[in-house]
Every structure is written in C-alpha cells, then in structure tokens.
C-alpha cells in the first residue's frame, strides 16, 4: 500500500505531522512565557491545543483527490495538479476532522483553517470554501461566518475588549501553527533548508560599560524600586545621554521578571528603525529590523544572487523580524498599528507577538496629531493585555501622561542645566542670499563643519547650491529622496565627516545640508548649525547635534525664519490647502515663532519650552474630525476583523488599509532612477523597486507631466515586462547619488551638473 504523501518531494503525512509537532513543541520549550501568559489571559492551555491543531492540520491530504494529484506533481515535477484539483487541504483537515468525531476548540479550528492564509474574506478565498470539493465545506465556512457574526444583532457594550480577547485567545494557536507548519516545511527541503534555533531568539543583553550612568543609572533605581510601577514608564532624558541602553537594561528588568519575553522598539521612520538597529546589534542576542525596505537595508547587503543558502538565510531572519520574533525586533510604529487591523493573515502573528513582548516607543514626540492618535489606540491594546510600555523623548512633555495614560515620568536631571547650544535670531528668508552674513563665516573655517537644516527638500538644495556657488565647499545633501543604496552612502559619508570618529581623530571637516530625516539617529556633531524655525521640540532634535561629542565646545545655532514671498513659509509644520495650493501654518509652529528665545539654552529650557508648547493633553488630542475618523476605524478594525481576514486592501509600503491611514500623507508615487526592462518574477520587480525606487508625493510627479523644461527630463510612465504581464511603472534620469532625485523643474542648474 502506498504511503499517503504530504510533500511533492516524498515527505510523508506521518512524517510531516511528526516534524510540525517537534517544531511546535521546541517553540514552546524555548518560549514557556507564551504559555504562562495564554493560560493567565484565557484559562486555557496553549500547548494541548496547538499540538492537536498540529496532528490535525493536514489530514484533509488524505482525500484521495489531493493525493492523486499530489503524485502526479511527484512524477512530472512542478505543482500543476495540486493548483488546479479544486481541493484546499486545510478544508479538507477540518472535514476530516468532523466526520471522525474529532472535537476541536476555535482556536484550533481556526488555526487549521488559515495555516495558509486562506480564512479571508478576499473574493478567491470565499470562492475556493464555497467551490471546493464540489460545495462540501461550504458548510465550514458559514459556520466561521457565523462565529464571526456573533455580536453584530446584539453587540455588547465592551465590544472592543471582548473583540481583542478572542482574537488573543486565536492568534496564539493560529499563529504559532503556522510558525511551527512553514519551519518544518523548510527543513524537509533538500537544500536551504536553516531555519534559526529557537533557543538562539532567546533575549539576551550585555550592558556594555562598567555602571550605569545618568539615565540608565535613572532606569536601573526605577526597576529596582519595588514601590515603583516601572510597567508603565515614561522616560526624559537628553539626546546623546544612552537612552538606548537605558531601554534595553529596562528591556531585561521586564524579561527577567517575567511580564515578557521579548523586546520590541518601535521608531518613527525606517531610517531611525535602520540606525538604532546597528547600535542596539552590538550587545543583544540577535537584533531583527522590519519595515518595507528592511530586506536592502540590512539582510540583503553584500549578498549575492548566486549565495543562494545565505539569501535564504537573510531570508528568514526578515521573515522573523517581521512577525516580532526576534530577541528584539526594530521596527516602525506603523507596522505595530497595522497589525491591529487584521488585514493580513501575518497580522495575527505579529499581534500576538507584539502581546508578549514589552515596547519601546523611541522619539515619542515626533508624531503629528494624525500619528498620536492611532498611537493612542496601540497603547489602550498595549494596556489591555498588561505590556509593558516604555516611552521615551529628550523633550517629551508632562502633559504626554494623561494622553498617554501613564502615570510614571522618570527623568535624567544630573545634566539639565548645562548650557547646550547659544540660538541666535538668523533673521527671515526666501534665499540663502538673505542670511549670508551667516553663511560665508561657516565657510571661512579651517576647516569647515557645520550642520544646516531646511525644512523642505526644494529649501535643502537651494542651500546646497549657494554653497557650491559661492564657496570652495562641497556639503553634503541628505534628504528622503535618495534610493536605499543611496542613503546608506549618504550616511556613511556624514559619518565620515563629522561622526564622532572624525572628531576624536582630529579628521572632522564637511558641511552638511539636511531635511527632518536627519534629525535623528544620525551621530553627527558639529559647532555650528544653521536651522530653520521648527516647533520646539523638533528645534531640540536638531540642537541635539550640536557639540554633541565630549571634549566639543558649546555650539551656536543660527534659526532663520522660512519665508516665501515675504510671508512665512510653514512647510511642513501645518495643513496644505488643496483649493487655495497654500500651505497654513500650524499651532506648535506659530507657538515657537511667537515663544523662541534667542539666548542660551539648557536641556530644561527646551524642555519647559515643550511643556508650554504642550500643556494639557488636549494638545495632543486629534484636532479636526478627520483625524478622530482615522482612529474611529483603528478601533473598528479591533472590533470586527478578530477571526477571520478582512477583504480590506492592505499595502505593506505604506502599512495602510483602504479606510485606514497609519499616517496623514499624500498618495505616493515610486519613482524608479534606473530604467527597468523585464523580470522573470515579481520578486525580481520588487526587489528592483527597492535598489532603484525613491518614493514621492504623487502630486510632483503629475506636476512634472504639466510643466515640462527642455533640460530635465520629465518623469514619465514607461512599459515593464514583468512574468506575462505589463506593468506601468515612473521612471526619471533625473538622479544622482550626492543630489538624490531632484523634482524641481525651476531648479538653475542643468542635468549635467547633477546627473551621472
């Protein structure tokens, strides 16, 4: 008698159920809080319910439809007949199952049911549970609708908290299942078959100094005073002063008491996710990084296409950083709000993940209202299941306890009062001919360093420009328009120039131009800046660099007012009128403007300035309703999509629904610098877009189809070949590696000066 297969490869069912099994047992072995926290939460145990989901979850290959197929794939190679038998194996398990009288918890259920992401509302999933089998689980699959549909006639008060219960209670078995179901998958392979040791995603930290200092002295008192709540924590302290290692010792506080097992720092944007990752690399166990262009950033660097065993090994860190897997997991705060949707079936692992970690929330105070307000919603979940949560600013002001619901800001005042930079008023300005009583003596060094910050791109390279112009310096532009290679050069150069490296050797030279993403995590310093007028705490970040190395002089920093036309020019600090084409200058903006004191200025001047800027948590709070209508739906999100997988369109480069936001910014276009021609796959596509795609607002690229000039080239739409299909893609020559990508038409110089 034939053995029933479960791989196209000759791995039996017996065989393959056996691995899953040890799979799912060695993750939990490795991970005992998964269970400890699922048993408190729930009242039920985890591991009897996801070793039987495991027995289970491929019996429906037993049907003798799917195994005839499946060995005519085995002779003629390939997967033909399984992609065209109308027989979804996972179907066919929960069938199995009913018809042997084996009984099944929900959670079980569901989990056979979405191992291969197939528990969606999306059109070609319904279809394949209604057609499958000619109709026979069509009956399953009303009765997850019906499960699904539970509170709609009668919904209960707390909808949201029952909502997130269960979705707990689900994603535990659900997500683990199919954890454990692709490693042993990838192990039954014949080659590039590593998957990581769970023992080796075990958190680990070596604080790398002697003793803690300052705020980490400030964290190491807080975690160790029992009559302190350090669960919930709120943590002040000046850039530069070792806030990282600081969450990190307050990381393992949390792990070694047994309220996690895992670390999670969530940063504002993927340079900051790419920057603090490197650093926190140095004493943790093992560091994932996640966000939409991670895999360049990190795992596919200096790996070749023909290392096939090392791609695949890349791979699969990604893979696990991006379900939160990793010992400590960097990432955005969009991809934490994202996952709360329920929009992808990762979804679910990446929340339950997320429910057992503690979180980091670095640079708080860089969100706008849009941002805060779905960050409010993670917290309240954040909350709900007892994670622990640490946010952390240089300014983040008292009123962020309300907003925030925490009770507990610890603060760093052994260095408040030191005075951190002399601001002098720079004067308005349409042009950097305007202030070049500031600018020439910056170039008059011996030799030149200096560090200027436009608000806008277009700003940013007219300064570039003065300089190249009027001087013998040659600055350095860094601005979100490079591709991802790019910028990884463009940063490297800073370092190069005015890290702390250049100064401790005596090699610091170079002039630095940059837009808001220099602002953080860039260890650069210089003593002297030249910034325009930011709200104050953005004007804190900045000041952050200046004389930012020990030995460094006290810094000045020069704050020139934008102006366009004479008026101030408050991009990106406001609220862009579509119907006048006008940019209106937000509250925080005009604040500063009117507050700024042009003297010397302490860590606590800035920080009283924020506190003024920010004095209730009404200041935090969403401002019109468009806003309050994004966090609406946030919330709705909890309350519907629990068990089964919205139909909602999910992007993953923007970690955004199609009635949901992670962030308040305009349709973005990618803008491909290297003209593409035709790919086999999609994820040669991708992954081209990826080295090659600089990401804009799509209104300059249709800005650019109106107004052509003879000596930049237009973006334009060109053809690409991608498998059997035809995608439209944008293209621009308009790039080079030290200028980025450069959309302004009216711009003075030609192609030939920027472009190679």
Known sequence: ??????????????????????????????????????????????RPQLLKA????????????????CRKDAKEGGSRHLMTADLRHEFASLDYADTRGIDLTLPERAAIAAHHGKLSYDRRARKRWKNDGEGQFEYLWDEFCEEDGRWTIDPPPNLAEKALNERFRIAGVRSLLRLADTRASI???????WVPDPEELQFA????????????????????????????????????????????????HQINAGKADRCVIAMPTRFTSNSLSVDVDENVSKTGLYHSSAWHARYGEGVGEEDEDARHRAGEMHRMARLLATPVTVCTIDHLCAALTGTREDHFAIFYHLCNSCVVIDEADFYDPFVQANLEVLLHVLRHFDV????????????????YNIGTLEEDTSDLDRTRCYIKDAGEADEPDEIVDVLRPIARQDPPTAILYANTV?????????????????????????????????????LDALGQEAWDEGTAEGVAVLTQIGEMSLNISAPVMV??????????????????????????????????????????????????????????????????????????????????????????????????????????????????????HSDEETESTDDWLSRDIPSQATVLTACPDRF??????????????????????????????????????????VADETEEAWYSPAYSPTEGLILDQKRGRSMNDRCL
């Open 680 to 721: 086999d796959t999609y994820s040669e596509y991708r992954a081209f877009e990826q080295e090659y795609g600089v990401s804009v607002p799509m209104y300059h690229v249709q800005r650019d189809d109106r107004e052509q000039r003879p000596d930049l080239p237009p973006v334009q739409k060109v053809a690409v070949e």
């Open 458 to 494: 277009k700003r940013a390279l007219a300064y570039y420009d003065w300089f190249r112009d009027n001087t013998d310096v040659e600055p350095i532009l860094y601005h979100s328009r490079f591709t991802e290679p790019g910028k990884k050069g463009v940063e490297q150069n800073l």
């Open 1 to 46: 008698m034939n053995p029933i297969l479960a791989k196209t490869n000759g791995i039996t069912l017996e065989e393959h159920t056996r691995h899953v099994v040890e799979q799912a047992r060695a993750w939990l072995d490795a991970f005992p809080f998964l269970e400890s926290k699922y048993q408190e939460r729930t009242g039920a145990a985890l």
């Open 205 to 252: 930290y070596e604080f790398p100094y002697d003793s803690p200092r300052g705020v980490q002295e400030v964290v190491t008192e807080a975690t160790e005073d029992d009559g302190r709540d350090d669960t919930a924590m709120i943590l002040r302290a000046p850039t530069g002063s070792g806030k990282t290692d600081a969450s990190l010792l307050w990381a393992q």
């Open 54 to 69: 495991a027995e289970v979850h491929d019996q429906g290959k037993r049907h003798s439809t799917w195994q005839t197929a």
């Open 388 to 403: 622990p949560v640490l946010v952390m600013s240089a300014t983040v002001p008292d009123a962020a306890k309300d907003f």
């Open 187 to 193: 192990q039954e392979k014949e080659s590039q078959n």
């Open 531 to 648: 910034s325009e007028l930011c709200p104050y705490d953005r004007l804190a970040q900045r000041a952050g660099r200046l004389g930012r190395f020990e030995g460094m002089d006290v810094g000045t920093l020069h704050v020139v007012t934008p102006t366009k036309e004479g008026n101030l020019y408050p991009a990106p600090y406001g609220e862009f009128d579509q119907d006048e084409y006008e940019w209106h200058p937000g509250r925080a903006l005009v604040q500063t403007r009117e507050a700024l004191q042009f003297e010397p200025h302490s860590a606590r001047d800035f920080i009283d300035a924020v506190d003024e800027l920010y004095p209730n948590a009404e200041s935090f709070s969403p401002s019109d309703d468009r806003i309050k209508t994004n966090r609406k739906r946030l919330v709705q999100h909890l309350k519907d999509d629990w068990l089964i997988v919205s139909a909602r």
